[in-house]
């Protein structure tokens, strides 16, 4: 093994999650007011922000718990009782200001987007977070909420892909090449499932209600993957921020000279390979700062509130008579608004609503909480955050992936 080992604490990689949500933001936003910020590719890539979400999500709970696994002590219920905490809570109130609004504007004579998109039926796999797993017809309610429900999918398969990784150690190094061969050739298969079932998406980024369970598979499992290599083979110090620096360049590379998409799987893997050296090396600012951190810890309420902001935000527009015919800069300044909205709202929601949410969960007396190893590098990010508080949507038919 190693004698450098990764910090407890990889402050870049949650800092990373910010940027995630961001891109998402930025491809769910891309057609309000005219503004065809679509023609950018990174911003019409952006849906790959969710890909980023899945790998992430892989390695950081391999740096949690892989060791665990390795040594026996993996307490299966005590780790999904952590899930819930981290997921449930925000999931719920996001789904329920959805309910609210939906109701609202039903009541008032407005329409939040396609009755399809707003089934009663649909709402227990919602609820259950069921409905990434082909048991609902199309996405609907809080629509990003599909990933969560693939994400639970990885969860309870977790275990499994820990065993697979922990008993290919002796080969990390090609098995992660495997890995990354995998989400290469699944995102080709998932493109052209189309044309075997009819009655999914057309492109990678529709699956979402449909298959978005099978989406995540071979992202999670590199993410893991990515973990037991860079955990046995550290960079060179001076190799650190090229690394993730050149992995950022292929990523905007890809998505602005159109080329295919799946060849940005290269730069997410290169991405957080770099990210996690530079905070093993100690040199990760500014992607450790503070201010950068806490936007990490709080994306992911950015990210499952956005939509209901969104549909509020840019029907108020509309009627005060903010439309596609307006003055550019008061356009610009209104998708730039809803930026600023959705980040604000969503660090109250995560200092206010997410976090003492997961506190009290894990208080609750089933199974064993407490992440093995000393505390687990996001909670040790959120724990810091807590003590300094700082000061204080994409169209229905537009949003298609986490």
């Not at 922000?49 to 999500?57: I, K, M």
């Not at 939906?102 to 039926?121: E, I, N, Q, R, Y």
């Not at 950022?248 to 770099?274: H, K, R, S």
């Amino acid at each position: 093994m190693t004698q450098l080992a990764y910090p407890q604490d990889l402050k870049p990689l949650t800092s990373l999650r910010f940027i995630a949500a961001f891109w998402v933001l930025l491809y769910h936003f891309k057609d309000h007011l005219g503004l065809n910020l679509g023609q950018a590719g990174l911003v019409a890539d952006g849906y790959l922000g969710v890909d980023l979400f899945f790998t992430l999500s892989g390695f950081i709970l391999a740096h949690v718990y892989l060791t665990s696994v390795e040594d026996g002590r993996f307490g299966y219920g005590g780790f999904l009782k952590n899930r819930i905490a981290r997921v449930y809570p925000m999931h719920l109130a996001a789904l329920a200001a959805m309910i609210v609004l939906f109701v609202g504007a039903s009541a008032l004579g407005a329409g939040v987007g396609s009755p399809d998109a707003f089934k009663l039926s649909d709402l227990p796999a919602h609820i259950f977070t069921l409905h990434a797993w082909g048991v609902t017809p199309a996405v609907g309610w809080n629509f990003p909420s599909w990933s969560i429900s693939a994400e639970w999918a990885a969860y309870l398969l977790f275990p499994l892909v820990a065993a697979l990784v922990v008993k290919a150690q002796r080969w990390s190094g090609a098995f992660a090449l495997s890995a990354l061969a995998l989400c290469v050739a699944s995102f080709w298969a998932l493109s052209n499932l189309h044309q075997v079932l009819p009655g999914v998406g057309r492109d990678f980024s529709q699956m979402t209600a449909q298959i978005g369970a099978l989406r995540i598979l071979p992202s999670f499992l590199l993410g893991v993957a990515l973990y037991a290599f860079g955990r046995d083979h550290a960079a060179p110090k001076s190799w650190a921020w090229p690394i993730a620096l050149v992995s950022a360049g292929w990523i905007v590379a890809v998505t602005m000279l159109n080329w295919w998409e799946g060849l940005v799987w290269f730069g997410l893997a290169g991405l957080l390979y770099g990210l996690a050296e530079t905070s093993r090396h100690g040199i990760d600012a500014p992607m450790g700062g503070r201010v950068f951190v806490f936007l990490g810890a709080a994306s992911y309420a950015l990210y499952m509130i956005h939509l209901p902001i969104d549909i509020v935000w840019f029907h108020a527009l509309e009627r005060f008579g903010i439309t596609e015919s307006s003055d550019l800069t008061l356009r610009i300044g209104a998708v730039v608004g809803v930026f600023i909205v959705s980040i604000i709202a969503s660090m109250f929601a995560y200092l206010w609503l997410e976090e003492p949410a997961r506190k009290w969960i894990r208080k609750l007396n089933f199974g064993s909480a407490r992440p093995p190893a000393a505390q687990a590098p996001l909670e040790a990010a959120r724990s810091s955050l807590q003590r300094s508080k700082p000061s204080p949507a994409p169209q229905p038919s537009a949003v298609r992936s986490r």
